[in-house]
């Protein structure tokens, strides 16, 4: 299904408490241009709300800078572990927070519909998924961090079934 | 066991993403003086974002208002239901947030902790705690949203916890 076409920005986020990846994709016309890409690395050291803040801070200071006006995410398996449940929702009730105080178009994709967009096949293996992308974007490596680039695939989802 | 008392003004929440209970006490020597208490209604019908951005806005400006300096919740039970976790983790994400933004003191404490600080007995009943509140605060009445004198609780025995 084509999606409503009001953005231009997307910040996409495969969120963790240890290791965020992100990416920021432009689209222009048909054309999806790479802004910047990678993965915040938060200590674990560090107290749950003190990563908050540092994943908060870090994510206006990109949608300030790239005026982004979109905010890609993967719909979340809910799996057994209670516990990596209220974790993931510390990081995503942020992000809803975020998306609603910037005004973000917020658009969510399960990982079936992530895999599917990209390689037309909605099981498709993690590393077709990453040829597809080094494919796509020929500065990725393969030694790029798999956060970094799951976030990618949610954004490129989102930015290609918008055109 | 006795907290560190370098707070006077504190927040305490009973989250929920319909109805969440609130209270803000203030400690003046031995004294405990309730200052505010209630309910925060949010409809169901609004998104999450929106409803995490009205929490978000409540919270902080019941912090500047009371010059509130500690933020008290109760620990989550872990159950079974990965989706209400998840729902759950959305609220004490941004409580996270909002306590790193404004430097307040966060403290969490268990529903047996709690009640064990306000009745002597770490299994009483909810009728129990609620007549110890309305014996300390007369403005409490029965019919008081239970969301409300859950979140009282909490800040209580926090209160009474740093004397």
Same mark, same amino acid.
């Given at each position: 299904?084509?999606?409503? +076409? +009001?953005?231009?920005?997307?910040?996409?986020?495969?969120? %963790? =408490?240890?290791? *965020?990846?992100?990416?920021? =994709?432009?689209?222009?016309?048909?054309?999806?241009?790479?802004?910047? @890409? %990678?993965? =915040?690395?938060? &200590?674990?050291?560090?107290?749950?709300?003190? &990563?908050? %803040?540092?994943?908060?801070?870090? *994510?206006?200071?990109?949608?300030? /800078? @790239?005026?982004?006006? *979109?905010?890609? /995410?993967?719909?979340?398996?809910? %799996?057994?572990?209670?516990?990596?449940?209220?974790?993931?929702? @510390?990081?995503?009730?942020?992000?809803?927070?975020?998306?609603?105080? +910037? +005004? =973000?178009? /917020?658009?969510?994709?399960?990982?079936?519909?992530?895999?599917?967009?990209?390689?037309?096949?909605?099981?498709?293996?993690?590393?077709?998924?990453? &040829?597809? /992308?080094?494919?796509?974007?020929?500065?990725?490596? $393969?030694?790029?961090?798999?956060?970094?680039?799951? $976030?990618?695939?949610?954004?490129? *989802?989102?930015?290609? &079934?918008?055109?």
């Amino acid at each position: 299904m084509k999606i409503n +076409n +009001n953005f231009d920005v997307i910040l996409s986020i495969d969120p %963790g =408490l240890v290791s *965020c990846g992100f990416s920021v =994709l432009k689209k222009q016309g048909e054309n999806v241009f790479l802004l910047e @890409y %990678g993965v =915040l690395k938060m &200590r674990s050291s560090q107290s749950v709300p003190d &990563r908050l %803040g540092q994943f908060y801070t870090f *994510c206006q200071e990109k949608i300030s /800078l @790239y005026q982004i006006n *979109c905010l890609a /995410l993967e719909t979340p398996f809910l %799996g057994k572990n209670a516990s990596s449940f209220l974790k993931l929702g @510390y990081l995503r009730g942020v992000l809803y927070l975020i998306s609603n105080l +910037n +005004n =973000l178009r /917020l658009l969510e994709f399960s990982p079936c519909e992530v895999k599917s967009t990209l390689t037309g096949y909605g099981f498709a293996q993690k590393e077709q998924v990453a &040829r597809f /992308l080094m494919k796509l974007f020929p500065t990725i490596s $393969a030694s790029t961090k798999l956060d970094a680039t799951d $976030a990618l695939a949610v954004g490129l *989802c989102c930015a290609m &079934r918008s055109f």
